[in-house]
């Protein structure tokens, strides 16, 4: 739930589930909002209702229920998958609320389930948490290509999160053709959505060695030098 942090005033910033600053300002009498252009892009429809259903007249005072249109979203979503398990425009909503609250493991999944009419969103999520079909000779190879992977991710993450930093820990289940067919996290002290979204994909799509079944555990470690 996002809540205005400030109370009479004519300019004030909103912080909603998804951490993303929304400034509301009033100009001229009207009410003028700006957001993050990745937020506007993702949930438009959702935003707009947001927004428009605040009854809103002279200062402001109260939340602003964003997380309440998510949850509408995201239920009408699920309802849709239980009649219809491969109802793409549910996947495909259900895979933007994902997104708008930075869970962009399950965004993935979501978009990847919605095929073709989520396109053009899983390629450009993808990108952002750098990921690559990757296939090696031996487990070594493949831990030092995935780190790359993912230490790129913690990089352009540290422009918005400077702070960043922590350990991640995941385990994968290889079967003897040299697939994933389980990926666990065991650890995450970053709690972010990107580079969790990078290490646990990275590794789900490898093509491990063949004929060597079992699991396999990998330990990224994320030193911030500014932190």
């Known amino acids: 739930m996002g809540s205005l942090i400030e109370r009479g005033a004519s300019c004030l910033e909103i912080v909603i589930i998804f951490k993303v600053p929304i400034t509301v300002a009033v100009e001229a009498g009207e009410l003028r909002v700006s957001v993050c252009p990745r937020v506007r892009k993702l949930l438009p429809d959702v935003f707009n209702v947001a927004v428009c259903g605040f009854g809103w007249s002279g200062p402001f005072d109260g939340h602003v229920e964003i997380e309440g249109h998510l949850t509408s979203v995201e239920g009408r979503s699920k309802r849709a998958l239980a009649v219809d398990p491969k109802d793409a425009a549910a996947q495909l909503g259900l895979g933007k609320v994902h997104l708008a609250r930075g869970e962009t493991l399950e965004a993935i999944e979501s978009l990847r389930a919605a095929g ?19 296939k090696k000779s031996d487990v070594n190879a493949l831990q030092k290509a995935v780190s790359g992977l993912v230490d790129r991710t913690f990089r352009a993450r540290l422009a918005e999160a400077p702070a960043l930093n922590g350990v991640l820990k995941v385990r994968v289940t290889v079967d003897s053709s040299g697939s994933a067919t389980l990926v666990e ?37 994320f030193t911030n030098p500014g932190a």
């Open 116 to 134: 073709p009419a989520a396109k053009p969103e899983l390629t450009k999520v993808e990108e952002r948490v750098n990921l690559k079909r990757l």
């Open 185 to 221: 996290v065991l650890e995450d002290s970053m709690h972010d959505g990107d580079v969790r979204a990078s290490a646990y994909w990275n590794l789900r799509d490898a093509t491990y060695p063949a004929g060597r079944p079992g699991r396999y555990s990998f330990t990224f470690n």
